[in-house]
């Protein structure tokens, strides 16, 4: 005969949300990441329309009540989305035992060598289990490399020189051209042909492009079926 046991959530210490800081309203960035930011959320929102996800700028991950939250410049956590309502304390950060899980992926964009990102940063994304997390240094604070990958391996990070993120689907790979007005190279999210997650503007103007092509394949079809004598309006 099998046993049935019965779970009490009360056996299960929950940590008060209200105890936690989940937000001080500090800003910390600057022009050049608070764009680069926006272009990695943006993107994914914009191209992964029929997935389940969430995505966040400088939103706070607690990884446990023990200590105070860190927030990475970008997370990506595939599955969860945030609660219908995202006022209530408990609901206005990512609380990994809320979400049931760590994000997959968590970015650092380095400005400074003040941040830390190869030391105590790593070191807390590493004890969070995120699978993956990224350095991004344009300006080469941290050293002569632009881009850091580490992968989590059983307990510890590995730095790893793959680009393609296979438990979740998706690339980073640095990116020539223009986002909101600006020319610049920056990061972005790739499918494996290295093709990039466009933008919401980059793919409005991808569909006017298509419909304008083919509204001259229409009119060259119509000037040929006057040339043969044939009226284009009546079929």
């Known amino acids: 005969m099998v046993e049935q046991i019965l779970i009490n959530e009360d056996d299960f210490y929950i940590p008060d949300a209200n105890q936690l800081i989940t937000e001080d309203d500090t800003p910390v960035d600057n022009f050049a990441s608070a764009k680069q930011q926006r272009l990695l959320v943006g993107s994914l929102y914009s191209s992964l329309q029929n997935q389940i996800l969430l995505a966040e700028a400088n939103v706070g991950i607690f990884y446990t009540d023990l200590q105070p939250a860190i927030v990475p410049d970008v997370f990506l956590s595939l599955d969860v989305q945030v609660p219908q309502n995202w006022w209530e304390k408990n609901n206005r950060c990512y609380m990994v035992w809320r979400f049931g899980k760590p994000p997959e992926v968590v970015l650092e964009i380095v400005s400074n060598k003040e941040g830390d990102e190869l030391g105590k940063k790593l070191g807390i994304y590493e004890q ?4 993956y997390y990224i350095v991004y240094d344009p ?12 992968e989590l391996r059983g307990r510890r990070y590995f730095e790893t020189s793959e680009t393609w993120l296979e438990q ?5 790979t640095l990116w020539t051209g223009e ?12 499918y494996q042909d290295k093709t990039v997650l466009p933008t919401g503007d980059e793919r409005a103007e991808q569909e006017r492009q298509r ?6 394949r229409a009119q060259l ?3 040929r079926l ?6 284009p309006d009546t079929l």
Do not use: H, N, P
């Open 128 to 131: 969070m289990r995120a699978s």
């Open 211 to 216: 419909a304008e092509q083919a509204e001259q």
């Open 221 to 223: 079809l119509a000037e």
């Open 168 to 172: 979740v689907g998706l690339g980073i």
């Open 226 to 231: 006057k040339a043969m004598g044939i009226d």
């Open 179 to 190: 986002f909101e007005g600006r020319q610049d190279t920056w990061l972005r999210w790739c």
């Open 139 to 150: 300006t080469q604070q941290l050293g002569e490399k632009i881009l850091r990958v580490y």
